[in-house]
């Protein structure tokens, strides 16, 4: 079957890494047409070495302007009238609203991807709150509209999605990919230049507002209190300017002697395997990525409420408020301190909890199976 997958870009973002797994998976058995409003991207090269695949990029502009918006359609029109497949499956506001609008004109059906709770998109464009309130008000010209999580879909029913169309597919976790490798942690550990023995808590995720990584700073400074010899990791891209007021931040907060910036890591199943613990401090999430990867590898939690989260850790981890970095401290603590027996416990239960629930191939199917449903309708 001929499919449609599109998105903004393959910038680094738990999105864009869901969206290659799909093009990779759905490959093998059927015809992709990839479509990107810029080119470019972390993933970028990834996604351009799947076998088989078609990838056009609609602009070669950086950023989307409102004068862009008729030539980017008239482009995607054009395409899609060459490629004709069955179905479009788009991510995020930008392309959810190209894709609907597409689909109206050629009558192709399409699925909508909606990839997080409560985003409030004022925090990064005019462009892109316009286009997420577009994207509401299209949005009964979807077929299918797809929440990768529980929250997802209840901020969904009160942003005004039609209930009817809406289908929870949950993210998908590379079960051999992501696993634990103490030989690996220990290599990243020295990477680093922390100690095997030194209590290592890490935060891995995009250097962004959203993610609230001076939470994750204040809670260092209590922690230092309360753990002197505890060492923090921060994981992502900081070479942009949300990363260079954090590094100014953690100076400011005297954390420096503690923290480690190790940036963009390419090897993150060695980088989740070097933690003692994983932490998340977002705002806002759907079903965050870095944590269920890194539960994947056995690592416990603490994390902010949020999206689906407390779901997701049950027993392998502990949930805090939005912007508590005292409770947050507390409870990297406790954890910390527990019997040896119930933190190991807690590893078992993370793996355990991926493989149950958030495992690629699970992911895949279901996405398949929604796919040609919507074909057959």
């Known amino acids: ?112 991807g909606i990839r997080a709770s409560n985003m409030n998109w004022k925090l990064y464009n005019k462009m892109q709150d316009l286009l997420s309130r577009f994207e509401v008000s299209l949005s009964s010209l979807a077929t299918k509209i797809i929440c990768n999580s529980q929250a997802g879909y209840n901020h969904c029913l009160k942003r005004g999605f039609p209930e009817d169309k809406l289908q929870i597919i949950f993210n998908g976790i590379n079960l051999d990919y992501f696993h634990f490798d103490e030989s690996a942690g220990n290599a990243m550990r020295s990477t680093w230049r922390i100690k095997n023995d030194v209590p290592l808590i890490g935060m891995a995720a995009r250097l962004d507002q959203i993610k609230a990584h001076d939470v994750f700073f204040r809670a260092i ?78 690592i416990p939690q603490v994390c902010t409420d949020v999206g689906d989260t407390a779901w997701l850790l049950e027993n392998s981890g502990d949930t805090i408020p939005v912007d508590a970095p005292d409770a947050l401290a507390k409870s990297w603590y406790a954890l910390l301190n527990e019997p040896e027996n119930l933190f190991k416990k807690r590893k078992i239960c993370s793996r355990n909890k991926i493989v149950q629930d958030v495992s690629l191939s699970v992911m895949l199917k279901c996405t398949r199976d929604m796919l040609y449903e919507v074909v057959n309708y």
């Not at 309360?226 to 921060?234: A, F, G, I, K, T």
């Open 221 to 298: 400074v209590k922690a230092k209190q309360l753990m002197p010899n505890s060492q923090y990791v921060c994981i992502g891209d900081d070479k942009t300017l949300y990363g260079h007021k954090m590094h100014k931040l953690s100076q400011e907060l005297f954390i420096h002697d503690c923290l480690t910036w190790a940036g963009k890591v390419q090897n993150m199943p060695a980088a989740y395997s070097a933690l003692t613990l994983h932490t998340l401090t977002s705002r806002s999430e759907g079903l965050p990525n870095t944590v269920a990867e890194s539960m994947a590898c056995g």
């Open 1 to 112: 079957m001929k499919i449609c997958l599109a998105i903004p870009s393959m910038h680094l973002g738990g999105a864009e890494r869901q969206f290659l797994q799909i093009a990779l998976g759905l490959s093998k058995t059927d015809e992709i047409l990839v479509l990107l409003t810029r080119p470019g991207g972390d993933l970028y090269e990834s996604l351009l070495s799947i076998p088989g695949i078609k990838v056009v990029v609609l602009s070669n502009k950086k950023n989307l302007s409102i004068a862009q918006v008729p030539i980017l359609f008239s482009r995607m029109i054009l395409e899609l009238s060459h490629f004709k497949p069955k179905v479009i499956y788009s991510f995020l506001p930008t392309m959810n609203f190209f894709s609907l609008l597409s689909g109206f004109i050629t009558g192709i059906r399409v699925v909508i």
